[in-house]
Every structure is written in structure tokens, then in C-alpha cells.
């Protein structure tokens, strides 16, 4: 993953601006026991980003861009 403004190059997700809140939603989905694998949300964020980890961490922040649009929900905090 390449940050376009500062052109640095990520081995990982986790490595990324927007890991800490990624890992902040892994939490509170935990907290809520939400029935996701919270464990294999955070072990591929440390993995290489191959297409298919960059598609599930996308998927994931696609996810935590809806919800923050919501007030009401329970990932309100994040915003």
C-alpha cells in the first residue's frame, strides 16, 4: 500500500495512518460480540497486503465510513 501525499510504501496494514482506528473498530466490535473473527481482523492487518487481505481491510473501512454517518449507532465514538 502506497500513501499517495508522502509516497512511503507499507509492508502492512498496520503500518498505515489509518490503522489505529481500524484497530479501534476491531475493539469495539469485540466489545459488542458482534459474531465477527475480531482475531483474524487484526492478525491480517499484520500480514502483507496482498489483494485479497487489502479487500477484507477495505471492506472493513468501508463499513466504519457508513456506521460513522449513523449517530446512533454504537460506533458513534469512533467519529
Request: hydrophobic letters at 40%.
Amino acid at each position: 500500500m502506497v500513501n499517495l501525499d508522502y509516497d512511503k510504501t507499507y509492508n502492512s496494514f498496520a503500518e498505515h495512518p489509518l490503522a489505529p482506528l481500524y484497530f479501534k473498530y476491531l475493539d469495539i466490535v469485540a466489545s459488542k460480540d458482534l459474531n465477527y473473527d475480531v482475531q483474524y481482523l487484526r492478525d491480517i492487518a499484520y500480514n502483507p497486503l496482498t489483494p485479497e487481505n487489502m479487500k477484507i481491510i477495505s471492506e472493513v473501512i468501508s463499513n466504519m465510513q457508513m456506521l460513522l454517518k449513523d449517530d446512533t449507532n454504537p460506533f458513534a465514538e469512533l467519529a
